[in-house]
């Protein structure tokens, strides 16, 4: 069986060495950075919804038109069948929202509106540019960044009293808007469509796992990690072992 062991980058970055046995040289060996799970180190689990806002029901069915109706997801922090806006609503029930306070009198607008991420660039950037893009289109496009590069070349107008609008009706709490006819928000078809992001399918968690949370256990001797983790860490310093080029690359999947 192999060794793990625990190491650090030059940069600081928290490393997974695998060797042949104990003795080995940490360079000798094969050097992951670690990547922990989405849920945290050392197998936690999720934890139980014990909170008393939630809800049995998590959709709720709106008219379309005459004949359609549609369907929309509905978060803890709804009180009511209908998302109640800031001027609607009043005690625990009220969310967030700048519009509100603005109606309230607690904040306003100044009398200018200051935004970052202005339109910047540098001397020679536009002949530059131009000239990556003309010969190098292909690996450009092969990268899926050409369009981006393209637009960098344009300069954009905003309308700053639409932005305002935007920030106004905003709840922090259910990202979401809370318009008077509705609340509304980006719905994940059209992240699909603006990113490209899949919408089916599991999710993918790279993980490398520290050597602790793979030969350690906790206090009452229950192991942080299953045997077959490591032994999947094992399969592949053997395979990279056994691959003629170093820098070949090897993929083990759970």
């Not at 000798?28 to 809800?55: C, D, E, F, H, V």
């Not at 709804?78 to 005690?91: A, I, T």
């Not at 496009?141 to 050409?146: E, G, L, P, R």
Request: net charge neutral; with cysteine.
């Amino acid at each position: 069986m192999v060794c793990f062991k625990q190491a650090f980058s030059s940069f600081g970055d928290e490393q997974l060495v695998i060797l042949d046995d104990r003795y080995q040289l940490n360079d000798k060996g094969i050097i992951l950075t670690i990547y922990a799970p989405l849920i945290g180190p050392y197998a936690k689990q999720w934890p139980r919804l014990t909170t008393p806002n939630r809800m049995s029901v998590w959709s709720h069915e709106h008219p379309h038109n005459k004949y359609e109706y549609v369907y929309s997801l509905r978060s803890s922090n709804h009180k009511s069948d209908r998302s109640l806006l800031p001027e609607e609503s009043s005690g625990p029930s009220l969310l967030p929202t700048l519009g509100g306070n603005i109606v309230k009198g607690k904040v306003k607008w100044g009398d200018t509106i200051r935004l970052s991420g202005g339109f910047q660039f540098f001397k020679g950037y536009w002949e530059w540019t131009e000239d990556v893009l003309s010969r190098c289109q292909h690996k450009l496009k092969s990268a899926k960044i050409y369009d981006p590069v393209y637009a960098s070349l344009f300069t954009y107008d905003y309308n700053s009293e639409v932005m305002k609008a935007f920030f106004e009706a905003w709840c922090p709490t259910t990202n979401t808007l809370l318009t008077s006819p509705e609340e509304m928000s980006i719905s994940l078809w059209d992240l699909h469509t603006f990113s490209g992001l899949p919408l089916t399918g599991l999710l993918y968690d790279e993980v490398v796992s520290a050597s602790q949370e793979l030969v350690g256990s906790d206090a009452k001797c229950v192991r942080y990690s299953h045997r077959s983790c490591r032994h999947l860490f094992h399969a592949y310093h053997l395979l990279r072992k056994r691959s003629k080029d170093p820098s070949s690359n090897v993929s083990v999947e759970s």
